[in-house]
């Protein structure tokens, strides 16, 4: 069956249909977060902040003018968002840990290394500058291209290639250290 | 560093990489928030389409009541047109014919002269 298009998704959605409104949550989670953790740095405030996003994205889908681009705006809102949240970080203290983030996988030995490493991943990533952060996770760990970068995040293709050579060359040597088999295990 | 490095590297990033089947429970929890929104947009939804027939009726039926009525009145005026004289006349077939003269010239100078069904009429009524 033809995969829906965005624009026909927030369509539908508008109506209050359930299954498209989902399938633009499981198309954009992902590099939701990946926006949202190059913005705040922590995992468990980058996944309040997706799902804060996507409740506004939902309230507001009347102001999607172009839902040809709902990802560009979407994601907007989850910068937005993003930031907002690092204003009001006090809002985290004391927040229940969503069901999404129970450990049901590794050891505590496991999860403890690996707690480690992201805390080193996050602070060298946190040597690159925002926008730099985004484009290195949605290339890297969503796997998106250039073009589709440039399209999502309304820059042109050149800029992003520019800023990812220049994240690439910062993470080089931040994580030159970093021996593979911690995460391979 | 090797491009894949880094890239399994910041993939220890994705909360999905300790814990499998994160990104369905993830999702889930966002459609139980959204049920409620999704509820309201369907019932405003339900509630536009019910507005929109509504007002159609209410201006349709005034509309073709009218409608009906000047059908009406059209084919009762056709069927008088058409109640005429079942052959036509045309003013050569009136010269050639045994029309007396006096007949002839009320029909083309008197109050028969006014209109071409007042003509016929009269044309009609004086045959011999």
């Given at each position: 069956?033809?995969?829906?298009?965005?624009?026909?998704?927030?369509?539908?959605?508008r109506?209050?249909?359930?299954?498209?409104?989902?399938?633009?949550?499981?198309?954009?989670?992902?590099?939701?977060?990946?926006?949202?953790?190059?913005?705040?740095?922590?995992?468990?405030?980058?996944?309040?902040?997706?799902?804060?996003?996507?409740?506004?994205?939902?309230?507001?889908?009347?102001?999607?003018?172009?839902?040809?681009?709902?990802?560009?705006?979407?994601?907007?809102?989850?910068?937005?968002?993003?930031?907002?949240?690092?204003?009001?970080?006090?809002?985290?203290?004391?927040?229940?840990?969503?069901?999404?983030?129970a450990n049901?996988?590794?050891?505590?030995?496991?999860?403890?290394?690996?707690?480690?490493?992201?805390?080193?991943?996050?602070?060298?990533?946190?040597?690159?500058?925002?926008?730099?952060?985004?484009?290195?996770?949605?290339h890297?760990?969503?796997?998106?291209?250039?073009?589709?970068?440039?399209?999502?995040?309304?820059?042109?293709?050149?800029?992003?290639?520019?800023?990812?050579?220049?994240?690439?060359?910062?993470?080089?040597?931040?994580?030159?250290?970093?021996?593979?088999?911690?995460?391979?295990? | 560093?090797?491009?894949?490095?880094?890239?399994?590297?910041?993939?220890?990033?994705?909360?999905?990489?300790?814990?499998?089947?994160?990104?369905?429970?993830?999702?889930?929890?966002?459609?139980?928030?959204?049920?409620?929104?999704?509820?309201?947009?369907?019932?405003?939804?339900?509630?536009?389409?019910?507005?929109?027939l509504?007002?159609?009726?209410?201006?349709?039926?005034?509309?073709?009541?009218?409608?009906?009525?000047?059908?009406?009145?059209?084919?009762?005026?056709?069927?008088?047109?058409?109640?005429?004289?079942?052959?036509?006349?045309?003013?050569?077939?009136?010269?050639?014919?045994?029309?007396?003269?006096e007949?002839?010239?009320?029909?083309?100078?008197?109050?028969?002269?006014?209109?071409?069904?007042a003509?016929?009429?009269?044309?009609?009524?004086?045959?011999?």
């Amino acid at each position: 069956m033809k995969e829906r298009t965005d624009a026909e998704l927030v369509t539908r959605a508008r109506s209050g249909h359930a299954e498209s409104f989902g399938e633009l949550v499981r198309r954009y989670q992902q590099p939701a977060f990946s926006i949202a953790l190059s913005v705040i740095g922590r995992q468990q405030d980058a996944e309040d902040a997706v799902q804060e996003s996507f409740m506004v994205a939902l309230r507001r889908l009347e102001d999607c003018r172009n839902p040809d681009r709902f990802a560009g705006w979407f994601l907007t809102i989850v910068r937005n968002r993003s930031r907002n949240l690092i204003r009001r970080e006090s809002l985290r203290r004391g927040d229940p840990i969503p069901a999404s983030a129970a450990n049901t996988g590794p050891s505590p030995e496991k999860a403890a290394s690996l707690a480690e490493l992201r805390e080193s991943l996050q602070e060298a990533l946190k040597k690159l500058s925002e926008v730099q952060r985004e484009i290195v996770l949605l290339h890297d760990l969503e796997g998106w291209k250039h073009s589709e970068i440039a399209e999502r995040l309304g820059m042109p293709s050149g800029t992003v290639r520019s800023h990812l050579h220049f994240a690439r060359k910062a993470l080089r040597v931040e994580l030159s250290g970093w021996r593979d088999h911690v995460i391979t295990s | 560093m090797e491009d894949e490095k880094r890239i399994r590297l910041l993939r220890v990033l994705d909360p999905a990489h300790d814990c499998p089947g994160y990104w369905e429970r993830f999702r889930t929890e966002i459609m139980d928030r959204a049920a409620f929104e999704l509820a309201r947009r369907r019932d405003r939804a339900r509630e536009s389409v019910e507005l929109v027939l509504s007002g159609w009726s209410r201006s349709l039926i005034p509309v073709a009541l009218a409608a009906a009525v000047i059908a009406a009145i059209m084919v009762g005026s056709e069927a008088v047109r058409d109640s005429g004289p079942g052959t036509p006349l045309v003013l050569e077939d009136v010269l050639a014919s045994d029309f007396s003269d006096e007949v002839l010239e009320t029909a083309i100078t008197g109050e028969a002269h006014s209109s071409s069904v007042a003509f016929m009429a009269f044309v009609e009524g004086n045959r011999p």
